[in-house]
């Protein structure tokens, strides 16, 4: 297993120090407004943290995986996994350009996400479909040089300011080898924002219904050839599945620091709360709950990272580190009391927001069948 | 233009509340290090002395960052490679092994042996406070020195210093090669001015970021390590620590009635008047 080197731990902390200078200032009035300045994808770019994993030559941070993984690390800290995941829309929208994509539609499709110019979103889920990504109906029709998409799109993370879509689409019948990944450009008439979602977190991330009205997309937004998009969406959901993996640890580390220091601030008869008993112990029990997924998820991104192909982990990580998000932020609004109810502490925020993690990027039930396919049942 | 850094790793001053003192040392297990705060305004400086504000991609002179301590310190030169400094040096030593007139000798003989035009330091480090190295090194180098410095003006052969002292600026007029040490208001947006840059220009206000792919380049730069024995051999340790004990716990505020409780405490108590 190759170690992380010291670039990981370097990256994570100009990602905090990002974090600090220019998210936290402003993290409570980005998330009542329900986002965050559009500049901020701009000002990322410029600090080099937005595109981590990128190659240069796209304009990218030319680093690895495990790179936009501490990237979760270091930013999460800011208290609001939306302002996160908005910036973050990119890791899942851009690898099926990079997997599929000509050097042509590379050059021209990446490197605006990664100056912060464009914003880029990825639509596989449908009203119709979420859990069963194959059963995809949103319809790519050939017509002479060009496409015709018809369907809808929901829940589509930075969907409504996007200016690019990774559209997962139907180009034939066959359930598996008939889908194909497109990209829709703001702007091609037919293409519009049905609505902003409302959601329980995430506030500052922008989430769309969109609609595709007989889009006409030429062929050159095709990626890879017609039928290739299961492949790449499998591969692509590894890296997404992961990367919610380290928004779990990195959540519940976060709240569990927060419920350190103030169980040890706040006094009940006559006393800190940290004195109790029933509190230490339950400090402890989250402490080793983060570590444990924590540990979990660095060393399946490490083997991956190394060049395994780790599904049943990758979806183990996911779901533990999911749970233990949901179990740690429950206490630690319980160690906060009313003020772990009340939007101003960052412990209220996360916990809200840490209720996605076991159902965006697939299910822990769709996670649980993946498991039991790799042990054989 | 060719500028050393010197820079030391301390526990990141938020952990303070970790730093264990035993016996005779303080045990720094499991701490969080980071460059000493001065010590990153000095870089700072020095890579804005060597390009043209407006142009930063292009290097125009060279800045040498040089830290004495163990292996672990690599992170901490190499965070500095990724801000833009271009090549590193560590001199092994451990902690224990150096006080202000060691690290002033073995950087006495890089300076010998790199010939920098400068060297630029922070003031004092945040862990000792000690506030001495950039003095006892100019001193063996017989180096003019500005210390403290809140704003550095490159010049033909030199550079103009101010200093914030009490009631005024002070400017000194230093020629190359001389010893600087920065104070933080170095890393204000109109500091600190290379030849090539023009005065109109503004930095961005404090340090700059470490972007990955600047981290990803950094892993390619020069670093070279040499022992304490090659640059101050036959030093002996002059500072000794027998005890550490941590400051006395405050004691709790009083509410005093009135005026004339309140002097009669400040007299009686607090001794202050
Ligand atoms: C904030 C947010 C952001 C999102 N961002 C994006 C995005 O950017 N792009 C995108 O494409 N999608 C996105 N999604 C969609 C997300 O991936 C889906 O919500 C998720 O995959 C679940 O699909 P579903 O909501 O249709 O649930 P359903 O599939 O309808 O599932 C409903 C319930 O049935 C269970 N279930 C379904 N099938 C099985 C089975 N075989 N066995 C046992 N139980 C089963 C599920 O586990 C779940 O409990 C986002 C969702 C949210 C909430």
Known sequence: ?377 | MKILVPLKRVADPDNANKVKPTADKVDTSGLEWKINPFDEYALESALRLTEDGKAPKKRLGEVIVVTVGPKETETTLRSALATGADRAIRVDAEDDALDGRMVAKALQSIVEAEKPDIVLMGKQAVDGDTNQVGQILAERLDYPMATFAATIQEEDGGVLVSREVDGGVCWLRLKNPCVVTVDLRIVAPESVYSLKTDKSFKHNDGVRFAALPAIMKAKKKPLDVKTLGDVAAGTELTAKYSKFEPPPQRAAGVKVADVAELVQKLATEAKVI
């Open chain 1, 1 to 377: 297993m190759p170690d992380a080197d010291d670039t990981h731990e370097l990256f994570r902390k100009s990602c905090l120090r990002f974090a600090e200078e220019k998210i936290i200032p402003h993290v409570i009035e980005w998330e009542e407004a329900g986002e965050f300045p559009r500049e901020l994808y701009n000002e990322a770019a410029k600090d080099g943290v937005l595109a981590a994993s990128i190659p240069e030559e796209y304009g990218g941070g030319g680093g690895d995986m495990l790179h936009s993984l501490v990237r979760t690390e270091g930013l999460l800290p800011c208290g609001s996994t939306g302002v996160v995941a908005g910036l973050g829309s990119l890791g899942i929208a851009l690898p099926p350009v990079m997997i599929l994509g000509t050097e042509e539609q590379k050059k021209r499709f990446i490197p605006p996400v990664c100056r912060g110019e464009k914003v880029a979103a990825l639509a596989i889920t449908e009203p119709g479909t979420g859990s069963d990504v194959a059963g995809v109906t949103t319809r790519a029709k050939k017509d002479g040089d060009d496409y015709v998409i018809s369907g809808s799109k929901l829940f589509i993370t930075s969907g409504v300011r996007a200016d690019q879509v990774t559209v997962l689409t139907r180009t034939s019948e066959d359930k598996h080898s008939g889908l194909t990944f497109f990209i829709v450009e703001k702007g091609m008439k037919g293409y519009s924002v049905s609505r902003a979602l409302k959601k329980t977190g995430w506030w500052a991330s922008d989430t769309a219904e969109l609609a595709f009205d007989e889009v006409r997309v030429p062929k050159e937004n095709r990626l890879g050839n017609e039928g290739s998009g299961f492949v790449a969406l499998m591969q692509n959901f590894q890296g997404e599945r992961l990367g919610l993996a380290f928004m779990g640890h990195a959540t519940a580390e976060v709240v569990l620091e927060d419920a350190i220091a103030y169980s040890k601030e706040r006094s009940a008869f006559g006393r800190p709360i940290a004195g109790f008993q029933v509190t230490r112990h339950k400090l402890a029990t989250m402490a080793t709950k983060v570590l444990a997924a924590k540990t979990l998820n660095h060393s399946v991104a490490r083997r991956v990272l190394a060049g395994e192909y780790l599904v049943t982990e990758t979806s183990m990580a996911k779901n533990f580190a999911a749970q233990v998000a949901q179990e740690v932020c429950y206490e630690a609004v319980q160690i906060f009391g009313g003020m772990g109810y009340c939007r101003e502490t960052r412990v209220e925020r996360l916990s809200r927001d840490a209720r996605l993690l076991p159902i965006g990027g697939g299910t822990s039930e769709i996670m649980n069948e993946i498991i039991a396919k790799g042990l054989g049942l």
